[in-house]
């Protein structure tokens, strides 16, 4: 198991050198740069401005650039912010907190009520409850989040009765700790409803399709000839089967942790990561960019890592196969 997972994280290592990489000089053919606008202000001199791009390291050629932002990033140095004045570690330390706390929160809701919701529609197949289930999954496909999120900015806005923007309130300091969290939470109504509505609605119907295709296998009329419990039958033999596909999607989900909020961040106004990286490429803060593209290539090399050990740890079958490959 641990030569499996060590080959696992090798694997990974050139994937997020390469997407950094390629960021890095995608980023670097755009026209421009923070310090090119600084030329407009005539309180800047030129001088000024080619001291402060030597210091960077940004008069260099291309891939020396790329190569030593690298090594500062494997050190976790991840430059300065131009257009926030702040070291950019710290930058997205301060934002990847809110960020986190929004998509950890809508990753369980959307775990704990799709599951169950799926196996039951599965296990009703056709019948009232199945429809029911359906029926509002394909609702909430059919809604974009954005959209969900315009509707409920709308809705808090002519209404008062949910605040529209920020994590907290002007006035949370002088709250009592309960007060905090209700505060908290009310906060994070809208965006979580608009991130949470559509991830229910397409993970039910997965779970829906999977555990149907599971229930029409012979292991299954081998269980049921058997006499075994429906219960025993459903959870303790079709559930492990499958899981294969949704411990693949529990590490994309995680992968996305950081990057799966961008567009609702950026409309209600939540003060995340995605709100941060937006504003940085407007702004063509180049040190936010890549530091939050870094942070965001490390947290899919952690899900795709966890995937494959879950999946490993499910089904003894993977272990077999890497273990046959290496003979």
């Given at each position: 198991?641990?030569?499996?997972?060590?080959?696992?994280?090798?694997?990974?290592?050139?994937?997020?050198?390469?997407?950094?990489?390629?960021?890095?000089?995608?980023?670097?053919?755009?026209?421009?740069?923070?310090?090119?606008?600084?030329?407009?202000?005539?309180?800047?001199?030129?001088?000024?401005?080619?001291a402060?791009?030597?210091?960077?390291?940004?008069?260099?050629?291309?891939?020396?650039?790329?190569?030593?932002?690298?090594?500062?990033?494997?050190?976790?140095?991840?430059?300065?912010?131009?257009?926030?004045?702040?070291?950019?570690?710290?930058?997205?330390?301060?934002?990847?907190?809110?960020?986190?706390?929004l998509?950890?929160?809508?990753?369980?809701?959307?775990?704990?009520?799709?599951?169950?919701?799926?196996?039951?529609?599965?296990?009703?197949?056709?019948?009232?409850?199945?429809?029911?289930?359906?029926?509002?999954?394909?609702?909430?496909?059919?809604?974009?989040?954005?959209?969900?999120?315009?509707?409920?900015?709308?809705?808090?806005?002519?209404?008062?009765?949910?605040?529209?923007?920020?994590?907290?309130?002007?006035?949370?300091?002088?709250?009592?700790?309960?007060?905090?969290?209700?505060?908290?939470?009310?906060?994070?109504?809208?965006?979580?409803?608009?991130?949470?509505?559509?991830?229910?609605?397409?993970?039910?119907?997965?779970?829906?399709?999977?555990?149907?295709?599971?229930?029409?296998?012979?292991?299954?009329?081998?269980?049921?000839?058997?006499?075994?419990?429906?219960?025993?039958?459903?959870?303790?033999?079709?559930?492990?089967?499958?899981?294969?596909?949704?411990?693949?999607?529990?590490?994309?989900?995680?992968?996305?942790?950081?990057?799966?909020?961008?567009?609702?961040e950026?409309?209600?106004?939540?003060?995340?990561?995605?709100r941060?990286?937006?504003?940085?490429?407007?702004?063509q803060?180049?040190?936010?960019?890549?530091?939050?593209?870094?942070?965001?290539?490390?947290?899919?090399?952690?899900g795709?890592?966890?995937a494959?050990?879950?999946?490993?740890?499910?089904?003894?079958?993977?272990?077999?196969?890497?273990?046959?490959?290496r003979?």
């Open positions: 198991m641990v030569k499996y997972v060590l080959k696992r994280f090798l694997h990974l290592i050139p994937l997020i050198i390469g997407m950094t990489f390629i960021s890095f000089l995608i980023i670097k053919l755009a026209p421009g740069d923070f310090l090119t606008s600084l030329k407009m202000n005539p309180s800047i001199s030129k001088e000024t401005i080619e402060l791009r030597k210091s960077y390291g940004l008069d260099q050629p291309v891939i020396k650039q790329y190569f030593l932002w690298l090594w500062n990033a494997l050190h976790f140095n991840l430059g300065y912010s131009f257009a926030y004045h702040r070291p950019v570690t710290s930058l997205i330390a301060d934002r990847i907190a809110n960020t986190l706390s998509t950890v929160t809508a990753f369980f809701i959307t775990w704990i009520f799709a599951v169950p919701l799926g196996i039951i529609a599965a296990f009703y197949r056709n019948k009232f409850v199945d429809r029911i289930i359906t029926s509002v999954s394909l609702v909430g496909l059919s809604i974009p989040g954005f959209f969900v999120a315009f509707l409920l900015m709308f809705f808090a806005a002519k209404t008062g009765l949910l605040p529209i923007g920020g994590v907290v309130s002007q006035n949370y300091e002088k709250l009592s700790l309960t007060g905090k969290i209700i505060d908290r939470l009310k906060h994070m109504v809208v965006p979580l409803t608009a991130m949470v509505v559509g991830s229910i609605s397409g993970l039910v119907r997965l779970v829906r399709g999977t555990v149907i295709d599971e229930l029409h296998k012979d292991y299954v009329k081998l269980a049921v000839a058997k006499g075994l419990p429906k219960r025993v039958i459903l959870f303790k033999h079709v559930l492990r089967n499958a899981m294969n596909p949704f411990i693949t999607l529990i590490g994309f989900d995680i992968a996305g942790l950081l990057s799966g909020a961008a567009l609702i950026i409309i209600t106004a939540w003060p995340g990561m995605g941060l990286m937006f504003e940085a490429v407007m702004l803060d180049f040190f936010v960019v890549m530091g939050a593209l870094y942070i965001g290539g490390i947290m899919l090399v952690i795709n890592l966890i494959d050990i879950l999946l490993a740890l499910n089904d003894p079958r993977i272990r077999e196969r890497e273990i046959e490959g003979r």
